[in-house]
């Protein structure tokens, strides 16, 4: 389902690819997202940045990262590397983006302004020094009020956040029935033709 269609979703361009993939999502975690939308207080709005990712991007950003973190630390072993890289980049085998059933968002105010939330979206352990682990304790008062207002309305809705970036949530795919205790997953890996 593209979220443009819809239109009750607020879109950002910021991951847009040419084909469109990135506001792509399965209909049951848009549902999700719909309702998470109407548990916001007022004047707040889900705003999604990235939905589907095909699953040759996935690998170029998997691999991108290894190689940034190989380059940083050369005398990381093989394992080390693969866990470091991990922790950011989902490896393309298990990537919950492929499956369609994970979103990356935020939220903004009555005027479409980002709030804070402690950092952009997407960046990088190393580069926020950590505050981009959802439980961070290293952001303000405020940035930490914003986290627990998209806490509460996405877990209220169902959805389960992965917890080394706070702007990442799913529902259906394989974290979410690891983290849910589902029997399995809703969702795997799928080409959007």
């Known amino acids: 389902m593209d979220v443009r269609r819809d239109g009750r979703l607020r879109v950002d361009d910021r991951k847009r690819d040419p084909a469109g993939a990135f506001a792509h999502l399965r209909q049951g975690l848009l549902n999700r997202l719909l309702e998470a939308q109407t548990l916001l207080p007022d004047g707040l709005r889900l705003l999604f940045v990235e939905g589907y990712r095909p699953l040759a991007l996935q690998r170029r950003y998997f691999d991108d990262y290894a190689a940034q973190l190989r380059t940083d630390h050369p005398a990381w072993s093989t394992g080390q590397l693969r866990s470091a890289t991990s922790r950011f980049v989902s490896p393309p085998e298990i990537a919950p983006h492929s499956a369609g059933g994970a979103v990356?968002?935020?939220?903004?105010?009555?005027?479409?302004?980002?709030?804070?939330?402690?950092?952009?979206?997407?960046?990088?352990?190393?580069?926020?020094?950590?505050?981009c682990y959802t439980l961070a304790d290293n952001i303000s008062g405020e940035a930490r009020d914003h986290r627990n207002?998209?806490?509460?309305?996405?877990?209220?809705?169902?959805?389960v956040n992965y917890p080394t970036e706070w702007w990442h949530w799913s529902y259906g795919d394989r974290y979410w029935a690891l983290t849910a205790g589902a029997q399995a997953a809703l969702y795997g890996p799928v080409d959007l033709i």
């Open 104 to 131: 990356d968002l935020t939220l903004i105010d009555a005027d479409g302004r980002e709030l804070d939330l402690g950092t952009r979206v997407n960046a990088s352990p190393e580069e926020s020094s950590g505050a």
């Open 149 to 159: 207002i998209l806490d509460s309305a996405l877990t209220a809705a169902g959805l």
